[in-house]
């Protein structure tokens, strides 16, 4: 069958959507090779196990950055006293353990590609602190009083419906805005039955 990619300007985050075309895997699958040639964040959906940090590793591998670092951090395993030190790194001193300096995950990812898996399990607060790091490109270190800059591209994923955690007010909706510049949306596993003997 004809395959062809359509980008559709995306209401309310501005992103965009694909059209119709080929199957929801393959449509996906181009979307991520044409994303992975700009530094644009993207939003990958989907239910547990459909393999959105695999999507996330081969933007990479696509993309100008894949001599660069990719790391991974699953926001659901990070607790609310740390989830700010453990992305944005702290400071000797910042807080009782803090022997020593430490980067975050964005400082780790620097040039390269940061994947943040489980986006909808941050922090209020956390959200907040995100937030401005996307929007000034620069992260301040848990007990610092400057900005340090970055260049990470950013990959979020959730099997969350953070459209509805907007709405119910769990989920910040500007940075939901800065996430969600290029959505893909990857299918179950049950739609997807001719690839499971090769997975």
Do not use: W
């Amino acid at each position: 069958p004809q395959r062809f990619l359509v980008l559709l300007p995306k209401p309310r985050s501005g992103g965009v959507r694909i059209s119709e075309g080929a199957n929801p895997m393959e449509r996906a699958r181009d979307l991520a090779r044409r994303a992975a040639t700009s530094d644009l964040p993207i939003l990958l959906i989907g239910e547990t196990g459909v393999g959105k940090e695999v999507l996330a590793r081969a933007i990479h591998a696509d993309s100008q950055r894949a001599s660069r670092p990719f790391v991974a951090q699953n926001c659901g395993a990070l607790s609310e006293t740390l989830a700010e030190a453990t992305l944005f790194g702290h400071e000797k001193g910042a807080f009782t353990g803090a022997q020593t300096r430490a980067i975050g995950v964005f400082e780790a990812a620097s040039t390269g590609t940061l994947f943040l898996d489980e986006i909808g399990e941050l922090s209020a607060s956390a959200q907040v602190r995100l937030l401005r790091v996307l929007e000034q490109s620069e992260i301040v270190r848990v007990g610092a009083t400057r900005p340090t800059p970055i260049d990470t591209r950013v990959i979020a994923a959730t099997h969350r419906d953070l459209d509805a955690m907007v709405g119910a007010g769990t989920f910040r909706a500007d940075l939901l805005y800065r996430l969600d510049v290029v959505r893909i949306v990857i299918p179950p596993l049950r739609d997807r039955r001719e690839e499971l003997l090769a997975l």
